[in-house]
């Protein structure tokens, strides 16, 4: 992934990738500098929908991991559609005993189990990502 990425050669080394680097990022998706045109800002409103960039965000909340104690190594820390799991985790300490708070009359059990106290022995208990909703192109860091 580092040499497709072209980052084996770099004179200050691997470890200075920054976090999303290795990114495939989708080519038919607007980027200013890249791939519109230079007036694409002053464009009449009928047609700024053209470079607007739209994303699909989805979740899997019966995915569920116990903690047993294992040091998992992360092979690509934040380089590429995961996020870091370091800087995660310290994002998640700051959410660790808080009420999920339940403000529609939903009956999926991601809402509705959300403050059983069977879910708290897990360490992992849903993954979401965020793609390109044009072309389905995952997000740098957006898993």
């Not at 080519?27 to 994303?55: F, I, V």
């Not at 989805?58 to 370091?86: C, H, I, M, Q, T």
């Not at 979401?128 to 860091?141: D, E, L, P, T, V």
């Amino acid at each position: 992934m580092a040499k497709r990425g072209g980052r084996v050669h770099d004179p200050q080394g691997i470890a200075a990738t920054a976090v999303g680097e290795l990114v495939v990022d989708c080519p038919a998706c607007p980027h200013p500098g890249r791939n519109l045109p230079e007036d694409w800002q002053d464009a009449p409103d009928s047609e700024q929908w053209k470079y607007a960039t739209m994303l699909a965000v989805d979740a899997n909340f019966k995915l569920k991991l116990k903690d047993r104690g294992f040091e998992d190594v992360e092979l690509a820390p934040g380089w590429s559609y995961f996020v870091e799991n370091e800087a995660y985790a310290k994002h998640c300490n700051n959410y660790v005993d808080e009420e999920e708070m339940k403000h529609c009359d939903s009956l999926f059990a991601a809402v509705d189990h959300a403050n059983m106290p069977s879910h708290k022995k897990y360490c992992v208990n849903g993954v979401g990502a965020a793609i390109c909703a044009r072309h389905c192109f995952y997000r740098k860091s957006g898993v």
